[in-house]
Structure formats: C-alpha cells, structure tokens
C-alpha cells in the first residue's frame, strides 16, 4: 500500500466550496468523492462571512467523510489570485557534497535562500516555484539529481496573493479542523490541470475563470504565470437579467446560462427550454426570449474582457482558455472568439468522476502538490490511512477463521432470498 496516496484539495469560490478526495496509485490518479456546497461567504475580493466558510467546510468534509469511512484531517488549499504579484529572482548554491554531484538538499537549501527574500508587507508568500535549473551553463527545468558541478543555480518565482484575504482564507480552514499541507493559487492550479505551461513556451496563454460573481484572468508566459488580475463580473451576473426579469431564483438562472443560452447563435427558435410553475399559472421561457434577455450582459462581459486583454492581443501570438462556472457555457467560447479573433477554448477535465469546469482549479491543486513533492519531501496523506483502508476492504475474516468475499456472500444472500 506504499503506492496509493490519498490527498484532499479544498477550493473556496464565490459561491460554494469544492472538496474533492482523491488517489494516486501505481502513477494513475482517481477520484474518490467529490463535493460542492453552496456558501456565499466570499464577496468580491474579501472574506465577509467566516463562520460560513467554516461551516460549510465541515458540512462538505462530514459528507466526504461518510462514504469513505476515514476522517479528513489536511487538505491542499487553494486560494484566489487577488491581488497577485510575483517575486522573480535566482538563487544560487556551492555543491557542498563529497562527491561533487548535485542533492535535492541543494535545491532546498536554494529554495530557502530565495524565501528569505523580503516581499511587501501587504502580500503573502503563497508558493515558490522552480521554473529553471543551470549547471555548468545548461539550463533544464528538470532537475539535475546526480550530476557533478561546483554551484547550481535556480531561476524561482515566488507566487504571492493578498495578504488579509489569503489569513482569513485559511483561518477558516483551520477553524474547521483542518490542517493546511501545502497552498496554491488557482489560477497555478487551472495552469496544472490543463497543462498549460507547456502551452505557453512559444504563445501567450490567457486563462479566464469564471465564476459567479468574478472572472479571474490570468496570464501564462514563456511557461510561466504573469500576472493575474479580477473583474467584477461572472455568470451570476449575466444570470442577474434572468432574476430580474423573470424572478428566476440565482441557481436556476444560471443553470440555464450555462446549458441553454446559446449566445454564439444569429438566430434563436421560439422553441420553450424552460419551464416553471408559479402558483396556479404554467410559465416559460423560449429560447429567443432566454438569449434577448441575457445578450446585452453578455456582451458587456466579452467588451470588458476585450479592453483587458487587447494589450496583450497586440503583443504576439495568444490563445485564451475560459474554465470555472463559465466553462460550462455552451457556445461562449466562440462567441469572445468573435471579439477577440484569437483561438478561445472553453476547458473542462478529462478524470472521470470531475468531468466539470468549475472543478478544474481543485483537481490542478492534486498535480501541484504532486510535482513539489521531490522538493518538499512531503509524505503525509490527508486522511487516516488506517480507517480508510479498513473501510474499503471488500474482504474480512469470518468466526472461523476463513476469509470469504463480503460482496460476493451478500450477492448470494440476495440471490438466496430472491427464491425464497
């Protein structure tokens, strides 16, 4: 069982909280539960309802707990760009070693070194990430284990949010009973899942994550994150126009924002997509009636989304990725494209079981935590490996001391009863 790690990664959006259980074992990774809970405790840029947050925590971890029968006590956090700056910087080291050949203990004594490096008392160190190591003149993002040189260098970025919000973010966290094993901005984390630093060697790569209340817009780089920025606008607020004109409550709404409004389209059919009971009287929405109603919100979304990037546009060749919430929106895509005229692809994970654009920030904070694991040395697990293993074994001991499949005898006591 040395193989099989389990990890929890935590995500506190706009709207909900998203905990997600999963494994990596023999290299594959696995889902094991997935939850989302409805929490309203972030409002803009700042946490407004901490007790909320809190509660919701433990409501999410409580259900996660119940189907896999082991308490989750660490989680790998994730936490929103706001206000993100990053520290550049290289840090160099003499190989110290017998032998002459470089250990991971260089490296972490390199990483050290950069995290002494004084950053504005209004951020805080989220993240360092090795971007590029050089020996002996070459430079690799790889990491040079085993070979012989007198110094090593590393190119590192230190990755840092708002200080106020990122405290308060895991006060609550811990406030729930969880520790914090490591912390990751989202928008790093969306960049892991969808593997975009790979993308973005020879192209800029613009990550739009939308969700409620706010669309984070990130920027990736020649393999690296920018810069990251937050509009005040998201699919909650192009839904807006459905609950005010309809009375639609903001779930619904934007439930039909994502799946039925499709805005890319020219001409729109007189053809119902939704409808409702509101007392004794049958409502409904046709489709032309759906996307009149929301197009003039959406179109300030993309023009607002246009001024920001343009600049960026102008500068060379880009490609822009939309996930979170409005990932989900069927069509969108190319309707920005229109606007934009660069490549605009909506992303939504491929790992069974998470098969959701709003999960792509969580399920990158697994990959994150998976790759800093050389440098970190980190081991633990998030839950009691003990309890969990116990919980899913399908096999146990009977008075007799034989050992007979659970699932198979209970088949049989159905089959048994069945004739019966």
């Not at 912390?183 to 993308?199: G, P, R």
């Not at 509009?231 to 009375?247: H, K």
């Not at 993309?302 to 990932?327: F, H, M, N, W, Y």
Request: with cysteine; charged share 25%; hydrophobic share 40%.
């Amino acid at each position: 069982m040395s193989d099989k790690q389990i990890y929890a990664a935590l995500e506190i959006s706009d709207h909900e909280i998203r905990l997600i259980v999963g494994e990596f074992f023999n290299t594959r990774f696995n889902i094991i539960k997935v939850e989302r809970i409805p929490c309203e405790g972030i409002t803009g840029t700042s946490v407004t309802d901490p007790e909320a947050i809190t509660e919701a925590i433990r409501h999410a971890c409580a259900d996660a707990e119940k189907m896999i029968g082991s308490h989750i006590e660490k989680v790998i956090l994730g936490m929103p760009s706001y206000n993100m700056k990053r520290y550049s910087l290289k840090s160099s080291v003499r190989i110290e070693g017998i032998d002459g050949t470089v250990t991971i203990e260089d490296v972490r004594n390199a990483v050290r070194r950069a995290e002494q490096v004084k950053i504005d008392k209004t951020y805080a160190l989220i993240q360092t990430v090795c971007v590029k190591y050089t020996v002996n003149g070459i430079s690799s993002r790889r990491i040079p284990i085993g070979e012989k040189a007198s110094e090593l260098t590393i190119d590192i970025d230190l990755l840092c949010a708002d200080r106020k919000m990122s405290f308060d973010i895991v006060t609550c966290v811990e406030n729930a009973g969880l520790q914090v094993m490591d912390l990751f901005l989202d928008i790093f984390a969306v960049a892991k899942e969808a593997a975009l630093f790979e993308q973005a060697v020879d192209q800029n790569v613009i990550v739009l994550k939308m969700e409620r209340t706010m669309t984070t817009l990130g920027l990736i780089a020649k393999g690296r994150i920018n810069s990251a920025m937050i509009l005040d606008s998201g699919v909650g607020t192009i839904a807006s126009a459905l609950t005010d004109q309809y009375g639609l409550n903001s779930a619904d709404a934007c439930e039909l924002v994502k799946y039925s409004a499709q805005l890319q389209k020219k001409e729109y059919s007189d053809s119902p997509v939704y409808i409702w009971q509101d007392g004794s009287d049958a409502k409904k929405i046709t489709e032309k009636e759906l996307c009149t109603s929301l197009k003039p919100l959406a179109d300030g979304w993309v023009a607002s989304i246009d001024k920001l990037c343009r600049p960026i546009l102008q500068a060379g060749k880009t490609a822009v990725i939309i996930t979170g919430e409005g990932g989900e929106m069927q069509g969108f895509s190319a309707l920005l494209q229109d606007t934009l005229k660069c490549e605009v692809k909506d992303y939504i994970p491929e790992t069974l079981g998470g098969r959701n654009a709003g999960l792509s920030a969580c399920l990158g904070l697994f990959y994150a935590y998976k790759d800093r694991q050389p440098i970190t040395g980190y081991t633990d697990n998030s839950l009691d490996m003990e309890a969990f293993l116990k919980s899913v074994s399908y096999r146990e001991k009977r008075d007799d001391g034989n050992v007979e499949d659970t699932l198979a005898r209970k088949l049989r006591g159905i089959l048994f009863d069945a004739k019966k």
